[in-house]
């Protein structure tokens, strides 16, 4: 069964940065479209970043210029770079497939931050 699995979070001051870390098992992260999503309380979860398997990345608006996700193929880890994080980017953070089932949604991994 794949499985991803979700670290780095942490309670961060408004203005840190927080790499987020996605190690993935029984798939392959450089022959996916895989994404980093996000679930605050109360609402739904969201797709903030992806990246393609010719690494084509896109972001959602609320992050564009302060996330940057990547992969290490050789360590088939997804990470995600967060930058001049604010208040409203406390949630809890995931990383799936984008596009395609075949993975339940891990632990995640949860990012606070502090005004």
């Known amino acids: 069964q794949v499985q991803f699995v979700e670290s780095g979070g942490g309670l961060v001051q408004a203005g840190g940065s927080l790499r987020l870390s996605c190690a993935a098992s029984?798939?392959?992260?450089?022959?996916?479209?895989i994404g980093w999503y996000r679930q605050a309380p109360g609402k739904q979860r969201e797709l903030v970043a992806g990246?393609?398997?010719?690494?084509?990345?896109n972001y959602a608006d609320s992050v564009k210029g302060r996330f940057t996700i990547s992969r290490d193929n050789a360590k088939n880890t997804v990470y995600l770079q967060m930058n001049s994080l604010k208040p409203e980017d406390t949630a809890v953070y995931y990383c799936?497939?984008?596009?395609?089932?075949?993975?339940?949604w891990g632990q995640g991994t949860q990012v606070t931050v502090s005004s």
């Open positions: 029984r798939t392959t992260v450089s022959l996916n479209a």
């Open positions: 990246i393609s398997r010719y690494e084509t990345t």
């Open positions: 799936n497939f984008v596009n395609r089932g075949g993975a339940s």
